[in-house]
């Protein structure tokens, strides 16, 4: 069964503009992580964000911030000021349970594209 | 701290051959996992080293192999090519395996 859904096309954004990706999941553990990773071109994975299933704040880094709503098994990704860099692919993931398993289950990604 | 470091980055082989990828952790990261990146399958998760033995595996053929050396380097073993296998390795390695796992640059595989 499919844990991580992505399901949002390519999204479009204007430079300096905030802009939110879609992340929903499903699991049955208690205990788990969600990240979010980018990947440019290049093809590296660079890892954004991190939200653990216990933490009650939402995570920020910098120009990232994770809107995590548990109970509706969501963890969108939220970019403000955008920057032409920020055109890339954007991937969610989740480890399940933490502490247990470092496997991460992808979901297919979104392609976001800033205008100038 | 240097990254994490895949070679080679590009390679290009026949049918039937057989292929070692290498994989250096950050210093001081013992967990390094690998997953398999294709258009049609995403991004999957191949097996994960901690100490020199496996701990997790994904669902792939016993063709996909690989080994942990005791300075953390990893390598992969992909033996008897196929055409699907071409596909971006990407390594990624974390501390114990349970914090967040940073990624290679990754190695494109082109199988003719």
């Known amino acids: 069964a499919q844990k991580i859904t992505q399901t949002q096309p390519g999204m479009f954004v204007q430079e300096k503009e905030a802009v939110t990706l879609d992340c929903t999941y499903d699991?049955?553990?208690?205990?788990?992580?969600l990240f979010w990773y980018k990947q440019p071109s290049s093809g590296e994975m660079i890892f954004l964000i991190y939200?653990?299933?216990?933490?009650?704040q939402n995570a920020t880094e910098g120009r990232y911030s994770l809107n995590f709503q548990k109970a509706r098994k969501s963890a969108n990704l939220v970019i403000s000021a955008s920057q032409l860099g920020d055109s890339a692919m954007y991937f969610c993931?989740?480890?399940?349970?933490?502490?247990?398993?470092?496997?991460?289950?992808f979901g297919k990604g979104i392609t976001l594209s800033v205008r100038p | 701290k240097a990254g994490v470091t895949q070679t080679p980055r590009y390679l290009i082989k026949t049918r039937g051959q057989q292929v070692t990828l290498s994989c250096s952790p950050i210093?001081?990261?013992?967990?390094v996992s690998w997953y398999q990146q294709t258009p049609g399958q995403g991004l999957q998760f191949l097996f994960e080293?901690?100490?020199?033995?496996?701990?997790n595996k994904g669902n792939f053929p016993g063709r996909f192999s690989g080994r942990q050396f005791s300075n953390s380097r990893s390598e992969m073993n992909v033996s008897t090519l196929e055409l699907g296998d071409s596909a971006l390795y990407l390594c990624a390695s974390s501390s114990n395996g349970q914090e967040t796992q940073y990624f290679g640059p990754g190695t494109r595989l082109l199988v003719l």
């Open positions: 699991t049955s553990d208690q205990s788990y992580g």
């Open positions: 993931a989740m480890r399940e349970p933490t502490g247990a398993n470092s496997k991460l289950t």
């Open positions: 939200q653990g299933s216990y933490d009650e």
């Open positions: 210093s001081g990261h013992r967990s």
């Open positions: 080293y901690f100490s020199e033995t496996q701990r």
